[in-house]
């Protein structure tokens, strides 16, 4: 009898301990709604969390408010990485993001898991973009480098790394960064950025008298997209340097391109003596009055030279 007694004392006892448990856990999972509808997602995010525990180890009785809880947190947890994204707490949005993939991945909420990988690179996109924005170029190539790290194809992010290391000097990175940008969508902004790097390289060596240098890189400019001002520079650098055919190449080119261009004269003039270096007296004579036709489009000092040869030329 006294055995008896004992264990409906201790099945007394264990009702009683699971019947706290319950309504231990059911008053946390209501503070977990409540919290959330008052709009305190962070402790409603926590307060399902612990609910989540509690009904877990309740076993079959919690499983009800288990599945509930296991909603509530990757959408909680979504909310609060959206919130510092749109507060542009960068680093801490995208903490939250990867935390909400992981959490919608173990509690079978795909969805939500998708949504925040798509998420992220954006996110890192508009970190880096504050960055270029400020001119803090470093900063910046790093950004755009993590944003390409979780999206190898994106394409506005190699072109402004691009544009990043291109300020910084880094041209072999900005070059690289450039031809991934067209390869993925950017083909017109990055050709043009290419174009433009291989011309301020031409006019350099130009400068400098590296001739050879800047006919390289002149060429190399229009491989992205031809301009009068690629050719210009390779004909100069090709006259200069002694290449007198390549030079009448180049400055033909600048000419099929520009045919009215302000300086158009003194280019045909610059023809005209590039043929007559060759005793190529018919073409020097035909450039010298296609040269004079327009005396407000070439020098008067080479509009006088020119006069003087055609009156020469026999």
Do not use: W
Not at 125 to 139: C, E, I, R, S, V
Not at 156 to 164: D, K, V
């Amino acid at each position: 009898m006294k055995k008896l007694i004992i264990i409906v004392a201790t099945l007394l006892a264990a009702a009683s301990v699971y019947a706290q448990d319950m309504a231990t856990l059911t008053e946390t999972y209501n503070s977990a709604i409540t919290a959330n509808e008052a709009g305190n997602v962070e402790l409603a995010l926590q307060t399902f969390k612990d609910a989540l525990v509690m009904a877990e180890a309740l076993g079959e009785e919690g499983a009800e408010i288990a599945a509930n809880c296991k909603t509530s947190i990757p959408i909680l947890t979504f909310s609060l990485a959206k919130k510092a994204a749109n507060a542009a707490e960068y680093d801490k949005a995208v903490s939250g993001l990867k935390e909400t993939i992981e959490v919608a991945n173990k509690y079978g909420a795909e969805n939500i898991a998708d949504e925040a990988t798509v998420l992220i690179p954006q996110v890192l996109m508009q970190k880096a973009n504050g960055f270029f924005n400020d001119k803090d170029y470093a900063g910046a190539a790093d950004a755009y480098k993590a944003v390409l790290a979780e999206d190898a194809n994106n394409g506005m992010a190699s072109l402004r790394l691009g544009a990043a290391l291109k300020s910084l000097g880094d041209k072999d990175g900005a070059v690289e960064a450039f031809q991934a940008a067209i390869a993925n969508g950017q083909d017109k902004a990055a050709s043009k950025q290419l174009v433009n790097l291989y011309q301020q390289d031409a006019k350099a060596s130009l400068k400098a008298k590296k001739y050879d240098d800047a006919i390289a890189s002149a060429l190399e400019s229009v491989k992205y997209g031809e301009t009068p001002t690629a050719y210009q520079i390779a004909g100069t650098a090709a006259s200069n340097g002694g290449k007198t055919k390549q030079a009448i190449e180049f400055f033909e080119k600048y000419i099929e391109l520009a045919p009215n261009a302000k300086n158009s004269g003194d280019i045909l003039f610059s023809i005209a003596v590039s043929y007559q270096q060759l005793k190529d007296t018919a073409k020097a004579k035909d450039y010298y009055h296609k040269a004079v036709a327009d005396p407000n489009k070439i020098s008067q000092k080479n509009l006088e030279a020119a006069k003087a040869q055609l009156a020469a030329i026999k």
